[in-house]
């Protein structure tokens, strides 16, 4: 009897993360992990895919083999840390921003396809990563110091159907 209690208890709180209902989402239409949201960075738009659970987190971009020029992929979390990735069964060379709790880009980085070893940021103090086509920071003109919307962000993690102020304060 406890034991089924103790499940119940902990699928009951798996879902604490997920917003009840939101005023701009319908309730009836909250987005998936493939649906791609508008996200400034600095003067650049690009459209991300916005990765909040573990399970989306820990399959990123495997096995995506095609990923059109400013598209990519925000990793939200909900408190700083140093963060690491990993290009296992990733085909695509890609670039890392890894991004401050104001949106302040802090680092940028190459990662190579299929390598497994870790990639750190240099900080402990990360909120949030963005991974896009390798190089195309580069392209767009971006660089450490330059701003993600925070606003843009807000809005596609609401429209996930996922409580903003969890993961951007």
């Known amino acids: 009897m406890f034991r089924t209690f103790s499940i119940l ?5 798996a879902g604490c993360d ?4 939101s005023v701009n989402t319908p309730a009836t239409a909250e987005a998936g ?3 791609r949201f508008p996200v400034h960075i600095g003067k650049s738009e690009t459209l991300l895919r916005v990765a909040v659970t573990e399970l989306e987190k820990s ?9 059109p020029e400013a598209e990519g992929m925000v990793f939200m979390y909900a408190a700083p840390q140093q963060m690491n990735f990993w290009m296992k069964d990733t085909v695509l060379d890609l670039d890392i921003a890894f991004v401050l709790a ?3 880009v802090d680092e940028i980085r190459t990662m190579q396809a299929g390598d497994t070893r870790d990639t750190f940021s240099r900080s402990e103090k990360v909120q949030f990563s963005i991974e896009m086509p390798a190089g195309w920071f580069a392209r767009a003109g971006l ?7 925070l ?5 596609a ?4 159907g996922f409580i903003p102020e969890r993961y951007l304060k």
Do not use: P
């Not at 997920?18 to 209902?21: G, H, L, N, V, Y």
């Open 102 to 104: 104001d949106g302040t």
């Open 143 to 149: 660089k450490s110091g330059d701003k993600v919307n």
């Open 59 to 67: 399959q990123g971009l495997m096995r995506v083999d095609k990923l």
């Open 157 to 160: 993690l609401a429209a996930r």
């Open 33 to 35: 992990i493939e649906v």
């Open 9 to 13: 208890l902990l699928i009951a709180f």
């Open 151 to 155: 606003t843009d962000l807000q809005k």
């Open 18 to 21: 997920r917003a009840t209902s």
